[in-house]
């Protein structure tokens, strides 16, 4: 399978550590979104919407992190991404969406690059949006976990989950954007326990080969 990633991208990272966890291996294809890249018709040919990471699995193209890791989970059951459980498996979809539909959307690039260009926002002021949208959601995504007495290591249990797979890459892109992570203890807790795991090192944005 041929991966399209840019090595800084959350939604490449957390695809990066989906498919580490799966134990897949892909053939790494850079797409230089600090050159618009993504945006070249040679690219668009590929996904149509412009964005990466795509997933190429030799019979069709895949796009949108979101179902890609779903295509996985069908396709690659073990290890699991998602509990045994409606139930768990509701809480876990649930921490995965407040970083991937509520924090994650408006603080991309396409969106902060917008701020720049058509609001006149300077860097101090793309760090304070960053901040305020990732602590809005970070502090949820603590108190759902802090209420969690069966929780484990992780922010479900003692595996990694698809939580985990999409906490990561926010987490780094909190560091990135000057967020002070000493307010969420239980979060950066859990950002150590993957941080030990060598899918999550092979996955991290400074390991890529466009790095």
């Known amino acids: 399978m041929k991966l399209y990633s840019f090595f800084r991208s959350g939604t490449s990272h957390r695809l990066r550590i989906a498919l580490n966890l799966k134990g897949i291996a892909t053939d790494y294809t850079a797409v ?19 964005l990466v990471p795509a997933l190429d699995t030799g019979e069709q193209v895949l796009i949108q992190s979101p179902a890609i890791i779903e295509w996985l989970e069908e396709k690659h059951p073990t290890p699991a991404l998602l509990p045994a459980g409606a139930d768990a498996r509701a809480h ?12 994650h959307p408006i603080n991309n690039r396409r969106i902060l690059q917008t701020l720049r260009k058509q609001f006149g926002a300077n860097e101090d002021a793309i760090n304070a949006w ?45 560091r990135r954007f000057n967020v002070d992570l000493g307010r969420w203890p239980l979060i950066s807790a859990i950002d150590k326990a993957c ?15 466009d790095a």
């Open 92 to 103: 876990v979809r649930a921490l995965a969406a407040i970083v991937g539909c509520d924090i």
């Open 195 to 209: 941080g030990e795991m060598e899918a999550f090192k092979k996955a991290a944005p400074m390991a890529q080969p």
């Open 130 to 174: 960053c901040g305020h949208w990732i602590s809005e959601g970070f502090d949820a995504y603590e108190a759902l976990i802090a209420a969690d007495k069966t929780r484990g290591r992780f922010s479900f249990g003692d595996t990694p989950t698809l939580a985990d797979v999409y906490l990561i890459p926010q987490v780094e892109s909190a």
């Open 32 to 50: 230089d979104l600090r050159v618009d890249e993504q945006q070249k018709e040679a690219f668009k040919a590929i996904n149509p919407q412009g």
